[in-house]
T-cell receptor, first 115, second 111 residues
Framework: DAGVIQSPRHEVTEMGQEVTLRCKPI?????LFWYRQTMMRGLELLIY????????DSGMPEDRFSAKMPNASFSTLKIQPSEPRDSAVYFC?????????????FGQGTRLTVV | GQSLEQPSEVTAVEGAIVQINCTYQ??????LSWYQQHDGGAPTFLSY????GLEETGRFSSFLSRSDSYGYLLLQELQMKDSASYFC????????????FGKGTTLSVSS
């Protein structure tokens, strides 16, 4: 398996623009997580899907952020409109039902810069 | 809710042993894991402890004391390539909830 695949790897956009980040989890995994990483706040959980259903979105900063998982092999995280403070590395991770409770595989991340 | 505390930085020299501590607070407990992240890379899973005691994986070992809500990662025979950030992580308060990470400990190994 190719692992968790995220695209794009880097995104530079202007404030106010819409940004869409994409994630393909490992085939067969039933849990998907979106995290945001910054120096100040570390790895913050944004949203967690189980079997394509959003279970916990309490970490989504505000209404400008939305996430979808239309099927088991694809998820998107959208920011509209984007702001400079959204600049961060966004990671997607997935986990299979038979894996250890605290084990997950991470994608390589999307480095977002909002100018 | 849940929270994790770990030191922000640790320094050591090649060949040495270093211990990175983690204390956690959760209302439920489904295990403690450690992840390694090199600069510019993705977090990668290192270890998992669900029961008290020491788990060894090569040069790395992880310890858990559930009564103390405490764990540590022990790195032996340090190498330059071990310079990275190390995160402890716990499952959320209920089974089926997400992984929550500590702020990370940056380990710098010098020659």
């Amino acid at each position: 398996d190719a692992g968790v695949i995220q695209s794009p790897r880097h995104e530079v956009t202007e404030m106010g623009q819409e940004v869409t980040l994409r994630c393909k989890p490992i085939s067969g995994h039933n849990s998907l997580f979106w995290y945001r990483q910054t120096m100040m706040r570390g790895l913050e959980l944004l949203i967690y899907f189980n079997n394509n259903v959003p279970i916990d979105d309490s970490g989504m900063p505000e209404d400008r952020f939305s996430a979808k998982m239309p099927n088991a092999s694809f998820s998107t995280l959208k920011i509209q409109p984007s702001e400079p403070r959204d600049s961060a590395v966004y990671f997607c991770a997935s986990r299979g039902a038979l894996m250890k409770y605290t084990e997950a595989f991470f994608g390589q991340g999307t480095r977002l810069t909002v100018v | 809710g849940q929270s994790l505390e770990q030191p922000s930085e640790v320094t050591a020299v090649e060949g040495a042993i270093v211990q990175i501590n983690c204390t956690y607070q959760t209302s439920g407990f489904y295990g403690l894991s450690w992840y390694q992240q090199h600069d510019g890379g993705a977090p990668t899973f290192l270890s998992y402890n669900a029961l008290d005691g020491l788990e060894e994986t090569g040069r790395f070992s992880s310890f858990l004391s559930r009564s103390d809500s405490y764990g540590y990662l022990l790195l032996q025979e340090l190498q330059m390539k071990d310079s990275a950030s190390y995160f402890c992580a716990v499952r959320g308060d209920q089974a089926g909830t997400a992984l929550i990470f500590g702020k990370g400990t940056t380990l710098s190994v010098s020659s």
